[in-house]
Protein backbone atom coordinates (compact mmCIF):
# COMPACT_ATOMS: atom_id res chain seq x y z
CA UNK A 1 0.00 0.00 0.00
CA UNK A 2 2.86 2.27 0.93
CA UNK A 3 4.38 1.28 -2.03
CA UNK A 4 1.84 1.94 -4.60
CA UNK A 5 1.54 5.48 -2.64
CA UNK A 6 5.15 6.25 -3.42
CA UNK A 7 4.76 4.91 -6.87
CA UNK A 8 1.69 7.90 -7.36
CA UNK A 9 3.44 10.34 -5.67
CA UNK A 10 6.45 9.78 -7.84
CA UNK A 11 4.55 9.82 -11.19
CA UNK A 12 3.00 13.32 -10.31
CA UNK A 13 6.41 15.26 -9.64
CA UNK A 14 7.75 13.95 -12.90
CA UNK A 15 4.57 15.35 -14.22
CA UNK A 16 4.84 18.58 -12.59
CA UNK A 17 8.99 18.76 -13.58
CA UNK A 18 7.92 18.27 -17.49
CA UNK A 19 4.97 20.54 -17.43
CA UNK A 20 7.60 23.48 -15.56
CA UNK A 21 10.08 22.67 -18.56
CA UNK A 22 7.79 23.05 -21.26
CA UNK A 23 5.92 25.93 -19.40
CA UNK A 24 10.42 27.63 -19.39
CA UNK A 25 11.12 26.60 -22.45
CA UNK A 26 8.18 28.28 -24.53
CA UNK A 27 8.71 31.66 -22.29
CA UNK A 28 12.48 31.45 -23.45
CA UNK A 29 11.66 31.44 -27.25
CA UNK A 30 10.36 34.80 -27.24
CA UNK A 31 13.62 36.50 -25.68
CA UNK A 32 15.73 34.52 -28.21
CA UNK A 33 13.92 35.71 -31.37
CA UNK A 34 14.37 39.28 -29.75
CA UNK A 35 18.00 38.99 -29.03
CA UNK A 36 18.56 37.76 -32.80
CA UNK A 37 16.27 40.37 -34.23
CA UNK A 38 18.86 43.20 -32.27
CA UNK A 39 21.77 41.53 -33.58
CA UNK A 40 20.60 41.80 -36.79
CA UNK A 41 19.55 45.52 -36.44
CA UNK A 42 22.80 46.02 -35.53
CA UNK A 43 24.49 44.10 -37.99
CA UNK A 44 22.67 46.28 -40.90
CA UNK A 45 23.43 49.52 -39.35
CA UNK A 46 27.36 48.18 -38.99
CA UNK A 47 26.89 47.09 -42.31
CA UNK A 48 25.47 50.93 -43.44
CA UNK A 49 28.31 52.93 -41.62
CA UNK A 50 31.51 50.80 -43.22
CA UNK A 51 29.32 51.69 -46.73
CA UNK A 52 29.36 55.21 -45.64
CA UNK A 53 32.92 55.22 -44.88
CA UNK A 54 34.06 53.60 -47.99
CA UNK A 55 31.76 56.17 -50.06
CA UNK A 56 33.44 59.10 -47.51
CA UNK A 57 37.04 57.78 -48.57
CA UNK A 58 36.56 57.73 -52.03
CA UNK A 59 34.99 60.75 -52.60
CA UNK A 60 37.89 62.33 -50.06
CA UNK A 61 40.01 60.57 -52.26
CA UNK A 62 38.32 62.37 -55.33
CA UNK A 63 38.39 65.78 -54.08
CA UNK A 64 42.28 65.18 -53.42
CA UNK A 65 43.26 64.29 -57.10
CA UNK A 66 41.23 67.29 -58.23
CA UNK A 67 42.78 69.83 -55.64
CA UNK A 68 46.43 68.22 -56.84
CA UNK A 69 45.24 68.62 -60.72
CA UNK A 70 44.50 72.52 -59.82
CA UNK A 71 47.53 72.64 -58.45
CA UNK A 72 49.26 71.57 -61.48
CA UNK A 73 47.51 74.12 -63.19
CA UNK A 74 48.92 77.92 -64.01
CA UNK A 75 47.82 80.48 -62.08
CA UNK A 76 45.47 82.42 -64.74
CA UNK A 77 44.22 78.76 -66.27
CA UNK A 78 40.51 79.96 -65.48
CA UNK A 79 40.80 83.55 -66.78
CA UNK A 80 42.24 81.93 -70.06
CA UNK A 81 39.96 79.29 -70.11
CA UNK A 82 37.20 81.84 -70.11
CA UNK A 83 38.88 83.96 -72.86
CA UNK A 84 39.05 81.06 -75.15
CA UNK A 85 35.36 80.17 -74.77
CA UNK A 86 34.44 83.47 -75.74
CA UNK A 87 36.48 83.56 -78.42
CA UNK A 88 34.91 80.46 -79.67
CA UNK A 89 31.25 82.08 -78.89
CA UNK A 90 32.94 85.29 -80.53
CA UNK A 91 33.91 83.06 -83.53
CA UNK A 92 30.66 81.80 -83.92
CA UNK A 93 28.44 84.82 -83.54
CA UNK A 94 30.75 86.61 -86.36
CA UNK A 95 30.34 83.46 -88.75
CA UNK A 96 26.47 83.47 -88.55
CA UNK A 97 26.46 87.21 -88.94
CA UNK A 98 27.97 86.51 -92.26
CA UNK A 99 26.07 84.05 -93.64
CA UNK A 100 23.21 86.35 -92.25
CA UNK A 101 24.77 89.14 -94.23
CA UNK A 102 25.05 91.51 -91.44
CA UNK A 103 27.92 93.57 -89.68
CA UNK A 104 29.26 91.94 -86.89
CA UNK A 105 30.87 94.84 -85.03
CA UNK A 106 27.89 96.75 -85.69
CA UNK A 107 25.51 94.03 -84.14
CA UNK A 108 27.73 93.60 -81.35
CA UNK A 109 27.95 97.71 -80.52
CA UNK A 110 24.31 97.36 -80.60
CA UNK A 111 23.94 94.56 -77.73
CA UNK A 112 26.14 96.76 -75.49
CA UNK A 113 25.98 99.49 -72.80
CA UNK A 114 27.83 102.75 -72.96
CA UNK A 115 29.67 102.38 -69.77
CA UNK A 116 31.69 98.73 -71.38
CA UNK A 117 32.35 100.36 -74.47
CA UNK A 118 33.89 103.21 -72.28
CA UNK A 119 36.09 100.45 -69.85
CA UNK A 120 37.28 98.79 -73.20
CA UNK A 121 38.62 101.81 -74.53
CA UNK A 122 40.31 102.84 -71.45
CA UNK A 123 41.79 99.18 -71.33
CA UNK A 124 42.94 99.33 -75.03
CA UNK A 125 44.29 103.01 -74.44
CA UNK A 126 46.40 101.64 -71.90
CA UNK A 127 47.75 98.52 -73.96
CA UNK A 128 48.97 101.05 -76.74
CA UNK A 129 50.87 102.59 -74.07
CA UNK A 130 51.76 100.34 -71.49
CA UNK A 131 54.97 102.36 -70.22
CA UNK A 132 53.29 103.25 -66.43
CA UNK A 133 56.35 104.41 -65.06
CA UNK A 134 59.49 102.76 -63.38
CA UNK A 135 58.88 99.55 -61.36
CA UNK A 136 62.07 97.46 -62.47
CA UNK A 137 65.18 97.46 -64.05
CA UNK A 138 64.34 94.21 -65.73
CA UNK A 139 60.84 95.77 -66.67
CA UNK A 140 61.81 98.91 -67.93
CA UNK A 141 64.71 96.89 -70.28
CA UNK A 142 62.09 94.56 -71.62
CA UNK A 143 59.58 97.54 -72.15
CA UNK A 144 62.29 99.39 -73.66
CA UNK A 145 63.53 96.35 -76.11
CA UNK A 146 60.02 95.97 -77.04
CA UNK A 147 59.59 99.77 -77.68
CA UNK A 148 62.63 99.58 -79.67
CA UNK A 149 61.11 96.42 -81.98
CA UNK A 150 57.62 97.80 -82.73
CA UNK A 151 59.02 101.06 -83.66
CA UNK A 152 61.47 99.41 -86.28
CA UNK A 153 60.65 99.28 -89.56
CA UNK A 154 62.62 96.80 -91.79
CA UNK A 155 63.56 97.75 -95.01
CA UNK A 156 63.58 94.71 -97.66
CA UNK A 157 65.75 96.40 -100.17
CA UNK A 158 68.37 97.58 -97.70
CA UNK A 159 68.43 94.09 -96.45
CA UNK A 160 69.26 92.02 -99.29
CA UNK A 161 71.76 94.82 -100.71
CA UNK A 162 74.22 94.50 -97.81
CA UNK A 163 73.44 90.83 -97.64
CA UNK A 164 74.82 90.71 -101.40
CA UNK A 165 77.66 93.29 -100.31
CA UNK A 166 78.84 91.55 -96.92
CA UNK A 167 78.39 88.08 -97.76
CA UNK A 168 76.32 85.74 -95.57
CA UNK A 169 79.34 84.81 -93.57
CA UNK A 170 80.03 88.42 -92.39
CA UNK A 171 75.71 89.37 -92.27
CA UNK A 172 75.44 86.36 -90.36
CA UNK A 173 78.27 86.53 -87.95
CA UNK A 174 79.11 84.25 -85.08
CA UNK A 175 81.28 84.18 -82.19
CA UNK A 176 84.64 83.64 -84.66
CA UNK A 177 83.88 86.42 -86.97
CA UNK A 178 85.62 89.45 -87.25
CA UNK A 179 82.83 91.96 -88.69
CA UNK A 180 85.20 95.47 -87.20
CA UNK A 181 85.10 97.92 -90.53
CA UNK A 182 82.83 96.12 -92.04
CA UNK A 183 79.05 97.86 -91.48
CA UNK A 184 78.97 101.68 -92.16
CA UNK A 185 75.91 103.15 -90.46
CA UNK A 186 73.35 105.54 -92.64
CA UNK A 187 73.17 109.30 -91.32
CA UNK A 188 69.14 108.48 -91.37
CA UNK A 189 69.80 105.56 -89.12
CA UNK A 190 72.10 108.02 -86.25
CA UNK A 191 69.36 110.48 -86.67
CA UNK A 192 66.90 108.17 -85.75
CA UNK A 193 69.41 106.85 -82.50
CA UNK A 194 70.12 110.32 -81.52
CA UNK A 195 66.07 111.24 -81.81
CA UNK A 196 65.23 107.63 -79.51
CA UNK A 197 67.68 108.74 -76.87
CA UNK A 198 66.39 112.28 -76.53
CA UNK A 199 63.19 110.63 -75.91
CA UNK A 200 64.70 108.49 -73.44
CA UNK A 201 66.17 111.04 -71.68
CA UNK A 202 62.86 113.24 -71.86
CA UNK A 203 61.04 110.58 -70.20
CA UNK A 204 63.35 109.57 -67.58
CA UNK A 205 63.03 113.35 -66.67
CA UNK A 206 59.23 112.69 -66.13
CA UNK A 207 59.95 109.68 -63.98
CA UNK A 208 62.65 110.61 -62.26
CA UNK A 209 61.93 112.94 -58.55
CA UNK A 210 63.72 113.47 -55.85
CA UNK A 211 62.62 112.26 -52.39
CA UNK A 212 61.14 114.74 -49.69
CA UNK A 213 63.85 114.21 -46.81
CA UNK A 214 62.87 113.43 -43.39
CA UNK A 215 64.17 115.18 -40.62
CA UNK A 216 63.15 112.83 -37.80
CA UNK A 217 65.00 109.88 -39.50
CA UNK A 218 68.27 108.24 -38.09
CA UNK A 219 71.18 109.33 -39.72
CA UNK A 220 73.52 106.68 -40.16
CA UNK A 221 75.47 107.84 -43.28
CA UNK A 222 78.21 110.21 -44.54
CA UNK A 223 77.14 111.09 -47.57
CA UNK A 224 74.23 110.81 -49.81
CA UNK A 225 76.04 107.87 -51.88
CA UNK A 226 76.52 106.12 -48.37
CA UNK A 227 72.84 107.14 -47.55
CA UNK A 228 71.41 105.26 -50.74
CA UNK A 229 74.14 101.85 -49.81
CA UNK A 230 72.25 101.98 -46.42
CA UNK A 231 68.99 102.36 -47.43
CA UNK A 232 69.65 99.06 -49.70
CA UNK A 233 71.06 96.88 -47.13
CA UNK A 234 67.94 98.00 -44.74
CA UNK A 235 65.46 97.09 -47.74
CA UNK A 236 67.34 93.37 -48.26
CA UNK A 237 68.47 92.74 -44.71
CA UNK A 238 66.91 94.94 -42.51
CA UNK A 239 64.59 92.57 -40.99
CA UNK A 240 67.33 90.25 -39.88
CA UNK A 241 69.89 93.26 -38.51
CA UNK A 242 67.21 94.62 -36.77
CA UNK A 243 67.75 93.17 -33.21
CA UNK A 244 71.55 93.35 -33.60
CA UNK A 245 71.12 97.32 -35.04
CA UNK A 246 68.67 97.93 -31.84
CA UNK A 247 71.46 96.12 -29.23
CA UNK A 248 74.14 98.05 -30.31
CA UNK A 249 72.53 101.40 -30.15
CA UNK A 250 71.74 100.53 -26.42
CA UNK A 251 74.90 99.34 -25.88
CA UNK A 252 73.93 95.93 -25.01
CA UNK A 253 75.42 94.27 -27.96
CA UNK A 254 77.70 90.99 -27.00
Not at 10 to 16: G, K, M
Not at 86 to 105: P, Q, S, V
Not at 203 to 216: G, L, V
Amino acid sequence: MSNAGTSKSVQEDTQDAAESSSSGNSESLPGASKTANLKAERMKKLKELHLKRNEARKLNHQEVQEEERRAKLPTNYEARKRRAEWILEDEDRRTKCEAEGDDYDRVKLLNMQADDLERINRLRARKKNPDEGFSTYEAATARQYKRLVTNMKVDARNYEEEKEALGEEAFYAGKDTLIHGLHKDKPENIDKMVQDLEKQIERREKYSRRRTHNDEADIDYINERNMKFNKKLERFYGQYTSEIKQNLERGTAI
